[in-house]
């Protein structure tokens, strides 16, 4: 079982910043990849960025392309989205999750933290 717990989140003003974290532990498995989901009240959840460590490809939103930085810590335990410049549209809960079958299109994702909230306040 994996074990991911996110934090970071909070009230924010507009054009503002947050980092996220993302906590992983329990048992590990080959899948390299990592991504972090959002969801906003009445909205589906999205894909916000995703990463495989194992090429260093990466994928963003759109809507964040640009103002997010998915990365990870040296001992591989930590996983954080920065956010810059954000905007009230950012308000939303955000997730980070894996899976053995993870993709960058954000399919097959099956371990999932318990979110962290975001509100930017404008």
């Known amino acids: 079982q994996v074990q991911l717990v996110e934090s970071g989140g909070g009230l924010v003003q507009a054009g503002g910043s947050l980092r996220l974290a993302c906590i992983v532990s329990g048992r590990t498995f080959s899948s390299s990849v990592m991504g972090w989901f959002r969801q906003a009240p009445g909205k589906e959840r999205e894909l916000v960025a995703a990463?495989?460590?194992?090429?260093?490809?990466?994928t963003y939103a759109d809507s964040v392309k640009g103002r997010s930085t998915i990365s990870r810590s040296g001992d591989k335990k930590t996983m954080y989205l920065q956010m810059n410049s954000l905007k009230s549209e950012d308000t939303a809960v955000y997730y980070c999750a894996t899976g053995p079958d993870a993709t960058l299109a954000g399919r097959g994702y099956y371990y999932w933290g318990q979110g962290t909230q975001v509100t930017v306040s404008s």
């Open positions: 990463k495989d460590w194992s090429d260093f490809s990466t």
